[in-house]
């Protein structure tokens, strides 16, 4: 008896020893980037209830809400002024049941809707021709307005515009903050909050809002497609634990060739933008239909690590993206081919720098099917304008080279930028910029870093599967002599001093040996008393 209550014991612990350290579950924890559609795009002010219904209805007949678009986005030109008692007053002529009927009627399909106002005093149409919108902003009203739209009629989306703001010369940190606390204040605690303000608005919006616009407005015109594809390129380490860098509405269906709205949906994708169609859904191709419902895509789209995907390879204008699926630095990774230059090309995809070793799997997300062959590398001819996309599956190597353009830099801000261009106004604070280059690799270079005690960058996803001593080399230029500090998971590893290539746009490299712990590691650049080089990347190597 004793000796077969032994044998449980140690056949169980046996058991135990031999099962394998649990993996991180497949079940996310934050919510997936908004899939929806949006009135603004297609029909501007022209709106009411019969086409927001009628959008929503199509929603479900196309499909398109089985696909995941559940969200019904009411944007501007719903508004007829602000009363005496400082409520906002609906155009009942074009909603003559009011606004809470809309959201009645999406919630009673199983979608959702979505609302719009601005943090200023006037919403954007009020720069229209015909001025549309004023005195219907958040500015002064924020609570009663959130209350009214999110407790009273049960919106589940807000998109926060900023013309308004800008008119009236707002601080947008401290508006915006202002208006995520109200949102903060309702009883609805499932309100998506989205700061449209049409630049990357600085880290603190991270902290603030579900996704922001990081661009100016898109429409059917390649350049501009194009525009918004690499201005994300550099913005990916501030997507990521459920905050989104929101790309603008997908012109889908609107005007673009086949070709080139299978980039942008590809391209929208890999970045986990959220996914909202601005077209009229009761009148555009089948074809784009079937892009807009492509399982494949909207599942790198909607992946549960909601991360973004650096350049990892550059021909001329052709971009591959990858990023890691389901696990980070697991065997899956989604990876797209963005022609954007005018020529076909041919592009031999280098296995190495999509993160593999030897032979892997290629699954095309367009085709949906595997691609015969599993190589070193992986040739494709892309016509001009368009991508493709896939899933690489495969044994993982370490990565080496880690662009300055996937780093965090703790103070970007584009606002000072634009205002500086636009209305020429003096810069407040120098914040780091992000400066496109042929001589930068993957084609862009950090500037303007250090000089004050919160302008550092940091990788913070850099990723060793041993522990012990690794060659850190940083690409660095500057005409003058400078410093930086390098610090590896928060203690400071060393100084580096008299940087100096003699020119601007002169790269070299400067080493440094450091210690990395197995798993994920932080490195930090600094110096919080005076300019630092320009950065270009960082290759990390086991010594
Ligand atoms: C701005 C936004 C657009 C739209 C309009 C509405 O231009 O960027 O997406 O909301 O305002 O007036």
């Known amino acids: 008896m004793r000796n077969h209550l032994f044998l449980i014991v140690a056949a169980a612990l046996l058991v135990f020893a031999c099962t394998p350290k649990q993996e991180e579950p497949l079940t996310r924890d934050f919510d997936p980037p908004i899939m929806g559609w949006s009135s603004w795009n297609h029909f501007h002010t022209d709106i009411s209830e019969e086409v927001i219904c009628g959008q929503a209805d199509a929603l479900i007949s196309l499909g398109l809400a089985d696909a995941g678009y559940k969200y019904v986005n009411i944007d501007d030109g719903f508004t007829d002024g602000r009363g005496a008692d400082g409520r906002i007053i609906i155009d009942t002529v074009k909603f003559p049941n009011g606004m809470k009927a809309i959201a009645d009627y999406c919630h009673s399909k199983g979608l ?92 603190w919006v991270i902290d603030i809002a579900d996704s922001w616009r990081t661009t100016h407005d898109i429409w059917v015109n390649w350049e501009t497609l194009k525009t918004i594809i690499k201005e ?79 350049v990892v390879q550059k021909e001329g204008e052709t971009y591959v993206m990858a990023k890691d699926m389901e696990r980070r630095n697991g065997p899956k990774r989604a990876v797209v081919v963005a022609n954007l230059g005018d020529e076909e090309i041919t592009i031999n995809v280098d296995v190495t720098a999509l993160g593999f070793k030897g032979k892997v799997d290629v699954y095309d997300c367009f085709k949906h099917e595997n691609r015969p062959e599993l190589s070193d590398a992986f040739s494709l001819t892309i016509a001009p304008h368009d991508s493709e996309a896939f899933f690489v599956s495969g044994k993982r190597t370490d ?101 100096n290539t003699g020119s601007d746009l002169e790269w070299q490299d400067v080493n440094i040996k450091v210690k990395l712990e197995k798993g994920f590691n932080t490195i930090r650049l600094s110096n919080p008393a005076s300019q630092m080089p320009d950065i270009d990347c960082m290759t990390v190597k086991k010594m």
């Open 112 to 203: 959702k809707a979505g609302m719009y106002s601005d943090a200023g005093d006037n919403t954007c149409a009020s720069l229209n021709v015909k001025p549309y919108g004023l005195g219907v902003g958040l500015y002064g009203h924020e609570v009663e307005d959130c209350k009214m739209m999110f407790d009273e009629w049960g919106y589940d989306f807000f998109k926060v515009d900023n013309c308004g703001g800008r008119h009236l010369d707002l601080n947008e940190q401290e508006q915006f903050t202002k208006i995520a606390e109200a949102i903060a204040q309702c009883e609805n605690k499932n309100v998506n909050f989205n700061v449209c303000r049409w630049v990357f608005p600085g880290t």
């Open 232 to 310: 994300n390129m550099y913005l990916v380490a501030y997507t990521g634990n459920g905050h989104y860098n929101d790309m603008d509405m997908l012109e889908i269906g609107m005007g673009f060739k086949p070709e080139e709205e299978r980039t942008h949906m590809a391209c929208w994708c890999i970045q986990s933008s959220p996914l909202v169609v601005g077209c009229d859904l009761n009148n555009m191709p089948d074809y784009s239909i079937e892009f807009l419902k492509n399982p494949d895509l909207i599942a790198m789209d909607q992946d549960r690590l909601g991360i973004a995907a650096p």
């Open 399 to 499: 990565k080496s080279v880690y662009q300055v353009e996937e780093a965090f830099l703790n103070a970007y801000t584009e606002i000072n930028e634009q205002d500086y261009e636009a209305y020429r106004r003096p810069y407040e604070i120098p914040s780091p910029r992000i400066r496109e280059s042929a001589a930068a690799d993957m084609g862009f270079y950090a500037t303007e870093l250090g000089g004050w005690e919160e302008n550092w960058l940091e990788w913070r996803n850099v990723y060793v599967s041993k522990a012990g001593d690794y060659a850190l080399s940083f690409r660095y230029a500057c005409k003058d002599a400078r410093n930086m500090v390098v610090s590896v998971n928060g203690a400071e590893a060393s100084l580096l001093g008299s940087l």
